[in-house]
């Protein structure tokens, strides 16, 4: 959210007066509001333009000594609603927890299950969240990836087999395939979080998370094969392919999470095109 | 402790009346000088009318400028982000004058009607209350 300060803010600034690093109250104060903001469906464009008022504002009245709680009030909340109520937002949603997954998903689960809660909003908060369109992306994503492989993985690798590179050939093949498949997954992700905020981040910490994510399943479902004896029976099979799946899914979800609690980047300001 | 009680009710019945003139105020206070929201919220609280919150000013900010009543530009800072500096756009001038016609009509009025309600001396006061009383042929104890 905020922009710390730079070498290229420092030489803006000149010597005489160089703004101090802003405390991380001030972005935890502006990912709460800017939370809260989403939960009450206000467009990202008007977030982001208000989200840059506020920054310029509570980067100022920090230099001058002001802190963010002394400038908003101790609850952001109530400073996020009372804004979206001025904007003709209905703010009658109770707001999230803190932590939306998995820490606090008690909280959440008592949280959404609330005598106030609607169905239309928790439909609204997992979509604001966007874990189901982000698992069906990648799921849709990495189905035509495989698809493809199947078609094109092993006749390549056999051809480089011919061409005379041997067992390196289908090695070659398959570490392409991983990388092409994850390239996919990755863009399938990133372009279902369009417009829900944090999809950058997510997909940065996808691409570590799912190669974490293989070094542990890939052993395991190979366990499994050599312990069946290799049996190409459905449920060994299915088993096989769960755990892949199955922690590959995990990791995006553990991804969008993490992301989710981070500050959000700094939004496009004069500030910080500068 | 009586006095105390005392003073913060008149604190509330005072916030009391200026939530409903805070816009009018911000106008105001923009149409002297534009400024951002931070240095607004503190040119109005040295009014002397009581204090005003960035919390309260900038959600007003956000109405106003929705309402196509303030225009907005970035002002460089050398001490830190570009900050937006609020000004009165041609809508918001003749707002700001028909608001306060509006305020200058309800402030005359209500200072008639409570002038005359005070100004009668108790002893006349039930005088007439009685005389209505008897005139309506309301029962009398």
Redesign the interface.
């Known amino acids: 959210m905020l922009?710390p300060p730079t070498p290229e803010h420092d030489d803006q600034?000149?010597d005489q007066?160089k703004?101090a690093p802003l405390p991380m109250a001030v972005h935890a104060a502006l990912h709460r509001i800017e939370q809260r903001w989403d939960q009450l469906r206000l467009p990202q464009a008007l977030r982001a333009r208000?989200l840059?008022?506020?920054?310029?504002?509570l980067?100022?009245?920090y230099?001058d000594g002001v802190t963010p709680h002394a400038?908003?009030?101790t609850d952001e909340i109530?400073?996020a609603d009372?804004?979206a109520?001025?904007?003709?937002y209905d703010t009658r949603q109770p707001p999230p927890p803190p932590v939306v997954w998995p820490p606090a998903l008690p909280q959440a689960i008592q949280w959404r299950a609330g005598p106030l809660d609607a169905p239309a909003r928790r439909a609204h908060d997992a979509s604001s969240a966007g874990y189901g369109r982000l698992l069906l992306a990648a799921g849709l994503a990495g189905a035509a990836c495989v698809l493809l492989g199947l078609v094109v993985v092993f006749p390549v690798g056999r051809w480089l087999y011919d061409l005379g590179l041997g067992g390196a050939g289908p090695l070659l093949t398959y570490a392409a395939f991983v990388g092409v498949f994850t390239t996919v997954v990755l863009v399938a992700v990133h372009r279902s979080l369009h417009g829900l905020g944090q999809a950058r981040e997510t997909v940065t910490r996808a691409a570590v998370l799912m190669p974490c994510s293989a070094v542990i399943s890939l052993p395991l479902a190979v366990y499994v094969g050599w312990v069946s004896g290799y049996s190409w029976r459905p449920a060994v099979l299915i088993a096989e392919i769960g755990l892949v799946l199955g922690l590959a899914a995990l990791s995006l979800l553990a991804a969008r999470s993490w992301a989710l609690r981070e500050p959000p980047r700094p939004v496009a300001?004069?500030?910080?095109a500068r | 402790m009586r006095r105390m009680a005392i003073s913060a009710d008149d604190a509330e019945r005072r916030q009391h009346f200026l939530r409903g003139t805070a816009d009018l105020l911000l106008l105001a206070t923009i149409a002297r000088a534009p400024g951002h929201a931070y240095e607004l919220a503190t040119r109005l609280s040295d009014v002397g009318l009581g204090p005003f919150s960035y919390g309260t000013v900038y959600p007003l900010i956000a109405r106003l400028r929705s309402a196509g009543l303030l225009s907005e530009a970035a002002h460089p800072s050398t001490r830190g982000p570009a900050r937006k500096v609020y000004d009165l756009t041609a809508a918001g001038r003749s707002t700001l004058q028909r608001w306060s016609q509006q305020w200058q009509h309800l402030h005359q009025a209500t200072s008639s009607y409570l002038e005359s309600s005070t100004a009668d001396p108790p002893g006349d006061r039930s005088h007439r209350d009685s005389a209505d009383a008897t005139t309506t042929g309301s029962p009398t104890c």
């Open positions: 922009t600034y000149g007066l703004p208000l840059s008022d506020l920054e310029a504002d980067h100022a009245a230099l400038l908003l009030g109530a400073f009372e804004v109520a001025q904007l003709g300001t004069a500030a910080g």
